[in-house]
């Protein structure tokens, strides 16, 4: 048996993804209703949600050449750490639209810089035991959860306007977990090694990224819209966490056995199910949300549409991008994938709140999560499969 304490540093890594999590699920689920509670309309809380994850498209790559390139990962990734921290606290000094718009580009840029860092310095630790990593993941699953569900208790006595000072708390703990863990050395591997750009060039790569891209930007609706969403049809601010509670708890029982269906089945195979049930998801979500029953049964898709997604992810980009290329292939993945894919996603669903109504925005994102899948299936499982 694989022996956590021995073999890697577990409970130190394990406490910057509860903390980056819980973050996030401050941040996910609940900036959207603080917008609303500026009076902003839906195309405006979509390009601010869109803006939020535009720097991901550089930002990643950026700090992760610069990480690959000077071997300090662990130090890269305290100063996006702090920076961001620092940056968001700037929310603080006024709340007009141009302002808040610029307070979470300049904070999204080191933000969204943090965690594909962190993710190939914990890929590094694992080594070749890769399939361990959801068993560390799981713990950020637990930080969003604790978020999503001890908000809406808050928010009854303070209101929305306390979500920034619960997002700068969190960052700030975020920042401090950065300092418990060191750095790990990359693996020995030949001066041979293809570059980054030779490997971007293979089609099952651009086929990789293509079908990451149309996945995120699928979720953008959800994302940006769900609480609102949910509101609106008559659920509570409580009920609502406890939906996106739901779905992080069914990712975390994907990822408690996430390592052995990786050893039972290929990522690529598994990567065009976890689209299948996207576009699935999104269709029940569009007809289907003011029946209870079929809504849990959504959210407990989330195990798919994210948990099995980003699990067979991680493990193809760690195929793909070997050794010194692992924090660019984490970048990417983020930056193209979650950069792009999240732009296109918030500003076309904030867009498509207002044209075509929530109903049409949802079912669009379920035809972008199926030919997402097609593409998968055609281009990456097909050829895993021809290799084995």
Known sequence: MFNKDRDYPYYRLSIFYLFFFTALGVFVPYWSLYLQYLHFSAGEIGEIMALAMASKII?????????????QRISIIRITAFLSTFFFAGIFIQNDY???ALIVTCFGFFWNA???????????????????????????????????????????I???????????????????????????????????????WQIVRQPVVMAFLVVCTLQVASHGAYYTFLSIYLIDHGYSSIVTGWMWALGVIAEIILFIVMHRILKRYNAGFLLTIALLGTALRWVLLAFFV????????????????????????????HDLFPGRLQSRGQALYAGLCFGIGGVAGNLLSGYGWDSVGAMTTFLLSGVVALLGSLIAWIFIARSEMSTQ
């Open 114 to 156: 943090c965690l594909p860092l962190f993710e190939g310095l914990t890929l590094n630790y694992l080594g070749d035991h890769v399939a361990e990593y959801s068993h560390i993941r799981i713990w950020g699953s637990v930080g969003f959860i604790i978020a999503v569900i001890t908000l809406p208790l808050v928010f009854k």
């Open 98 to 100: 141009y302002w808040v």
């Open 158 to 196: 303070y209101g929305y306007g306390i979500i920034p000072i619960l997002l700068f708390a969190s960052l700030l703990l975020m920042s401090v977990a950065t300092f418990i863990i060191s750095d790990k050395p990359y693996p020995i591997k030949p001066l041979s090694q293809k570059n980054i």
């Open 59 to 71: 930002a990643p790559y950026l700090w992760g050449w610069l990480a690959d390139h000077r071997e």
């Open 290 to 317: 003011d029946y209870l029953a079929i809504l849990l049964f959504v959210q407990t898709l989330h195990a798919i549409s994210f948990g099995l997604f980003h699990a067979a992810a991680i493990h193809l980009v």
